[in-house]
């Protein structure tokens, strides 16, 4: 701008006699030349003003994800606040959500029905209960494996009960497992892999170990798990071993060392739920992956599981609802109120 400006006036200078003869000459013409020539000018300054302003725009840093969401660990705290009542946290490092301790599901318990529900509820999961007695008790670990709606995951759960099995015409007849105490729990742990890569890995002192990945969609024929048990002593190996044994596991996919034991559970050996058919597998799972692609598609332009989630609070609270939904929501265990009465009375008469 300052050499135009420079310029301009040099040319001003120079030439100042010649214009000034011109001007008493040719006076109309002279004042008409002057004017274009400062349009001109002001034109030019105009336009370099324009360039200048829009090159320190560029150059302007962008704001970061955390001046409009807030910081990265508020956002974690925020979401597991969330999480809680649902009975999940999520963990940052390998971007997973997992069971807590004492989560509603607990009170809960297992009976078959429950696997029976998943594919009603969008979740097509492979299910392998183990079962075998020890302590006086009847137990069961089961691993699950497979598409829980919007999320892959797995999970490996401890049960028992000392009662009577119900029946219950026109409902159920057959076992009811509560979840084991607190001093019944067991150090165990998991690696999951889909096609032969490592998703993420478990371990925990629980009676409940789980992980989900969000955004992820498989079939469990995808999926394996490479499960660890510490069991209490080697009666209760015995027992464990002899339980996968009648599931169908052969000596190939489990292994001993003391009282720990390994389990590679692939392709489950036992009868998967009858509402798991080819009809239900091809709905729900398109279903799933739909979800799936929609969540990644509106959460692309963003770095972390914490500001993705973050954004879908803010402008689409149905599906952050539907997301905190994970694992096997509620509506899996509504039936559980059909059999409470019978099962009240099964634990005053047992004393469980």
């Known amino acids: ?23 008493i000459d040719h006076k109309a013409l002279v004042i008409t030349g002057l004017l274009l020539l400062f349009l001109l000018t002001a034109i030019c300054i ?29 956002l974690i705290d925020a979401l597991n606040r969330d999480l809680k009542p649902f009975g999940f946290a999520y963990d940052h490092i390998q971007d997973i959500f997992y069971s807590l301790m004492d989560c509603w599901q607990r009170s809960f318990g297992y009976f078959r029905l429950y696997d029976e529900a998943c594919a009603a509820f969008s979740m097509i999961i492979d299910c392998e209960p183990i079962y075998f007695n020890y302590n006086g008790k009847r137990w069961m670990i089961e691993f699950w494996k497979g598409q829980y709606g919007m999320t892959t995951g797995g999970e490996v759960g401890i049960y028992y009960t000392s009662g009577p099995d119900l029946n219950i015409p026109g409902l159920f007849n057959g076992t009811f497992y509560f979840c084991v105490k607190d001093e019944d729990r067991i150090n165990m742990s998991f690696i999951f892999k889909k096609n032969g890569k490592i998703l993420f890995t478990r371990s925990d002192y629980h009676w409940w170990i789980t992980g989900f990945r969000l955004g992820e969609f498989s079939y469990p024929s995808e999926l394996e798990m490479d499960i660890v048990l510490d069991l209490n002593d080697k009666q209760m190996v015995d027992a464990f071993v002899n339980g996968l044994r009648e599931a169908g596991y052969t000596e190939s996919e489990y292994a001993v060392r003391g009282r720990r034991v390994y389990v590679h559970f692939d392709k489950p050996h036992t009868k998967q739920p009858i509402t798991r058919n080819p009809v239900s597998i091809y709905m729900m799972q398109r279903n799933n992956q739909t979800w799936c692609d929609a969540y990644n598609s509106l959460t692309q332009a963003y770095g972390n599981t914490a500001e993705k989630l973050a954004m879908i609070k803010a402008e689409y609270p149905s599906l952050y609802n539907r997301i905190l939904n994970m694992g096997k929501p509620y509506s899996v265990f509504e039936i559980f109120h059909e059999i409470k009465g019978f099962l009240n009375l099964s634990k005053t008469d047992t004393g469980e």
């Open 1 to 23: 701008m300052h050499v135009i400006l420079s310029a301009v006036i040099n040319v001003y200078i120079i030439n100042a006699s010649f214009l000034w003869s011109l001007y």
């Open 46 to 74: 105009r336009v370099r003003i324009k360039k200048k302003r829009k090159k320190e725009k560029l150059k302007k840093p962008i704001p970061p994800v955390s001046d409009i969401l807030g910081n990265k660990q508020e």
